[in-house]
Nanobody, 118 residues
């Protein structure tokens, strides 16, 4: 499966953005999809993930209550709705996929830049 994140941009603190992760491949609905971000000079950080069916969703504490992950398997797309954005959310955001039960995310897409101004 190939993944491509999009929807990033420049937004003021308190604003919102919705990122999309579009996938190719007929088996997309079998994959767990995760969102990750990397800020300049920092390690890559897990943001959240969604199970293949969408029934299981988890978030990092730093985004819980502000970010929402959803998926539309008919459109081969996973979304990351980001509300109440903070300057510390500034990063390159990537989506990644793995089969259910796998430890590591094997499929990574190009990221999209999110910049939050204060």
């Amino acid at each position: 499966v190939q993944l491509q994140a999009s929807g990033g941009g420049l937004v003021q603190a308190g604003g919102s953005l919705r990122l999309s992760c579009a996938a190719s491949g007929r088996t997309f609905s079998e994959y767990v999809v995760g969102w990750f971000r990397r800020a300049p000079g920092k390690e890559r950080e897990f943001v959240g993930s969604i199970s293949a069916t969408g029934g299981g969703i988890s978030y990092a504490d730093s985004v819980k209550g502000r970010f929402t992950i959803s998926r539309d398997n008919a459109k081969n797309t996973v979304y990351l709705q980001m509300n109440s954005l903070k300057p510390e959310d500034t990063a390159v955001y990537h989506c990644a996929g793995k089969m259910f039960g796998a430890t590591d995310y094997n499929y990574w897409g190009q990221g999209t830049q999110v910049t939050v101004s204060s």
